[in-house]
């Protein structure tokens, strides 16, 4: 009698779990085109707030590359670079670079660099400073990361690009300055990497679309 009982017990639980997977097996086929569709989206939009339409007129969502190098692009991991053109011609690049030494650890940026070697401008894409103190390298709540805007390894030497406490031209956060310093290293290593292999990376080809996917 008690064998019986356990076996019913353990159909019901089976039957209820294999209900519970095929919900979520269907529910996530039926979303994955949209969510997939809202990334790219929202991908799109960080993009072009750097490389405004106007300036390219290429696909840069496919228009896209994977390159390593971990002294100056931060991470011994791929590090995706979208490629705006203009008529067939480069106008700019746009690094998901890391600064690997942020207060709460790695910042994810944005950088996009002009073909001339100047900044079309920085974002963060992903951080996890002390709210509060870091978290001012946000578009959205400061303008500190607009004065990356239009430098270059040119307009600013060596010692320049550090922030002021070390002796350089960028501001620093009031009881942080371990993120801004973070993070101006992590772009004046991005342009280092960009003017290193400029031409490389706009003659890559792009990475199939299998391998897109992934991200």
Known sequence: MIIRQILITGAILGGFAVIGSTLVAVTYEATEERIEQAHREALLRSLHELVPHEQCDNDLYHDVIEVTDKALLGSHKPIRVYRARK???????LLTSVAPNGYGGAIKLLVAINYDGSLAGVRVLQHHETPGLGDDIEVQRSE??????NHSLTTLNSEQWRVKKD????DQFTG???TPRAIVQAVHHALKYFQQHREMLFNTPSIPREVESRE
Request: net charge negative; no cysteine; glycine share 20%.
């Open 87 to 93: 008529s067939g011609e480069p106008v700019a690049a």
């Open 144 to 149: 500190w990361i607009l004065g990356f805007n």
């Open 176 to 178: 942080a300055t371990i």
């Open 167 to 170: 002796g350089g031209v960028f």
